[in-house]
Every structure is written in structure tokens, then in C-alpha cells.
């Protein structure tokens, strides 16, 4: 078990930067439900960004609907902005094949065309499937296969490394 | 096997949408659960999601319908499948092809999903028993028997608007003889708990023993309006009616028609619900059917929604595992 927000710290700082570098004064932030939205929350906090923050629950752009169906626990996404040329940041708790954020990306284009988007994970696990890459990473991690990461919370944000349940 | 558990699979899933009767309270808040995260993709710039990509959607309609069949085809659109609509009361039926001959045409064009309307009671359920089993069958409406996709949008309408159910008071007013509305939504309201349903009709158009079904019966409004939360208002079928149920539709509209007088008695936060298509002068005055509490054109909104997750709930649930093939 892992206290997430220094994590998170480090991820504050290295968007920090990464905005000045590229000249983005107000970045909007969206969070992948459900831990991505914690952290997202969090990051908008720490940055203080007054605009209101996005969420999406990406279960009706996932790529296995004809495999597992629909996520019975999905909630509304929202974007309470207008996506058109804002700059966007992206924000995930666990970055692994990618596939996720993939469909993360497609629902936002049905919103809008924004200027930009960047990535921001807590954890970036390896083991990609698809051309994906984050630019802000709290903490890269090599886990076996067998092994998952979780972000618990809302309150307290820790991160459990378990085994993987058949 | 009744259509109650033919419809569910071996781990309760809805695989077919027949009929609202004997499901559990958690398949009708799963259904509206998935309809709230589907109700804002009208407001976005694309009002469209992929999830059902690929599938082919076919509406049976083997009975004239507006609201229905169109909702059920932007639905399957909104959700990114193709979609066919047969009306087939104007097609080969009158060339004396039988209903199971028709199904095996249309099978034969690799499709994922029937629509089904028809006059008679059974009918959907009929196709799912007969149809392959890839495929999943929604009731769009079959003789009096039931309407659940309504009774879906209708409990989605009320809960946005009166999320109290234990609380609720909710008054179905006029022709609930001939109306697979009014039972589809009478069990889907006491699956989720509502407070209070009650029935008000004259003697003439009410199912024999309608009190099994779990209302209070009231046959002058005056009495079954009265601080009601809910008010659904039903069209007088006239086309159902064999025989002299009512004197006329002037008398009808004097005794049970909803006008702004009657809609006094209920409570001052109410809503008025009806299917459609409405009537005016006969079940309800134009100035409630048009005024603010009704909610009359919400409900059609809300029905695109609502069938969307049926749809993307029962193709979910005939999903197959990596590997496995058809």
C-alpha cells in the first residue's frame, strides 16, 4: 500500500512545467472515471485551475462491448465547457495498454476539436497495446502480469498492488 | 417457461425485453442507471456513441406507430447501429407470408435485433423463442399485454422528476381496459416501491379484478386525483373498443377528461404524463397538455435514452467471450 499523494505532488510539478513550457494558461482537466476523476480533482486543486472539471466514463467507447457488454456501475460523462480549442489535460490513475485512454480520446472528439491534449497518470505500468504514451507520470512501475495496480478512495487515495483474481 | 424467465439467462440477465412483469428492482435501476448516462449524448456535438457498431437493428412493426418506432430508430443510430424498419402490416403480410416465414427472411440478413411491435398479445415473445439465439428481441408493444420500453421511459420521467418512490402517489386516469401502457408501468412501478398507484376509470374500462395487480381502484377523479405526485393520463383506444364501453367521448372528457380544474386537486408539484398520441377535448384539456407541468414531450426525449441502454443492455448481455464464435 502506497500514500498517492505525493504521487500526485510530483505529477503537479511536472505539469507545472510542462504547461509553461508550452505556453497553456488555462489547461482544462478531465478525469477517467472513477480514480482519474480523484486525481484530476486533486491536480485542478494544486495547479488552482478555476475551470470546473471534466469527467468521462469511457463504458459505451470501450473496445470489448461484444466480449463483456455494458458496465453496469456507468455514470454520466461531462464536460461542463466547451471543448473547441481548449487545451485539455487528459488525467488516468493506471496507464497500461493504452486502450482506455484510446477511447477516452474518441469520446472527446464527439464533444468538440480541442487545441491539445495531454496525458497525466498516476502510474504508468508498461505493457502497451497501442501508441500511447503519457506525459506526466507520478511513478512508473514494473509489475508482473499477474499483478494489479488500484487506486483507492475518494478521501484517502492509496495505491494497492495485489494479485490478480482469475 | 413464462416470458418473465425466458427473457433473463442463467445468471439473470436480460437477454430479451419482453415484459416488465416478475423482473427485479435492480434490472429496472440498471435500465434507468444506464438511460441517465445516456440522456446527455443529445447534447453533444456528436450525438452518437460506438457501442453498437456493426449491429444491425431491425424494427417489426406489424402495427402502425410514430413515436415509438422512431425513438427505437434514432436509439439504434444514436448507438451506432444500421437500422431497418419494416412496416409490415403494409408489406408482405398481405401477400400471406406468415409471421415465422417473414422472421426467417429477415434472419437470413445477419441481423442482431427485432423490434417488435404487433396487435397481438404474445407476439414478441413468440419471435424470441423462435428467433436464433445471437439474436435479442425487444417488445415494442403486443396487444393489451404490454409496452415495457414505455413503462421504462415513463418510470425514467417520474424518477428525474419525483426520485422519492416510497413517497409517491401516482394516478393512471381512463381507458386502462385496452392500455398495455398502463400494465406495463403499473408493475414497473411497484417493482421500484412507489408509495401509492391508483386506477381511475369508469367500471366500463377496467380489467376485470385489476385490484390483483397492486392499485387502489377509484372511479370518480375527484377522489383518485387528490394530492396525486403523478398524473398519467391515457388515449381512449377507441380503436380496441368492441361494443358500447362509453356513451360518448364529449361525456367521457366531462367525467374523466384532465382539466386544469381537476389537475387543481392534485398536488400543486405534479406532473402529467401520457404516451401519446393525445387526444384533446377527450382525455385531457389542451391547456394542461400544453402547460407547465406537463411533461408529455420530456417523455418522448427521455425514450431515446431509455431504450438505448435496453438496447446496448441486451446485445451486451449476449456478448461472447474472446475465442468463442457465434
Known sequence: ?166 | MSATHFQLDQQGRLLHFLTVEGLSRRHLTDILDTAESLHGVAERRVKKLPTLHGKTVVNLFFEASTRTRTTFELAAKRLSADVLTLNIATSSAVKGETLLDTLRNIEAMQCDMFVVRHQQSGAAEFIARHVRPHIAVLNAGDGRHAHPTQAMLDVFTIRRHKPDFPNLQVAIVGDILHSRVARSLIHALNILGAGEIRVVAPRTLLPAQVETLGVRVFYDPSQGLRDADVVVMLRLQRERMEGALLPTEQEFFQRYGLTEDRLALARPDAIVMHPGPINRGVEIDSRVADGPRSVILEQVTNGIAVRMAIMSITLGNHARPAGESL
Request: glycine letters at 8%; hydrophobic letters at 45%.
Open chain 1, 1 to 166: 500500500m502506497r500514500d498517492a499523494e505525493s504521487l500526485i505532488d510530483a505529477m503537479a510539478s511536472q505539469l507545472r512545467d510542462l504547461l509553461a513550457e508550452r505556453g497553456i494558461a488555462e489547461p482544462m482537466l478531465v478525469g477517467i472515471h472513477t480514480g482519474g476523476v480523484w486525481i484530476a480533482e486533486r491536480l485542478r486543486q494544486r495547479l488552482g485551475v478555476a475551470a470546473p472539471l471534466g469527467q468521462l466514463d469511457i463504458s459505451f467507447y470501450r473496445d470489448d462491448f461484444s466480449r463483456i457488454g455494458v458496465n453496469r456501475r456507468v455514470r454520466p460523462s461531462e464536460l461542463p465547457f466547451d471543448v473547441d480549442d481548449r487545451h485539455l489535460v487528459l488525467v488516468d490513475d493506471v496507464l497500461n495498454t493504452g486502450r482506455t485512454v484510446r477511447a477516452a480520446l474518441n469520446e472527446l472528439f464527439d464533444y468538440g476539436r480541442p487545441a491539445s491534449v495531454l496525458l497525466a497518470v498516476l502510474v504508468d505500468r508498461g505493457g502497451r497495446e497501442l501508441p500511447i504514451e503519457a506525459q506526466v507520470v507520478g511513478a512508473r512501475l514494473k509489475l508482473p502480469v499477474d499483478q494489479e495496480v488500484q487506486l483507492t478512495g475518494p478521501e484517502l487515495l492509496q495505491l494497492i498492488i495485489q494479485q490478480t483474481t482469475p
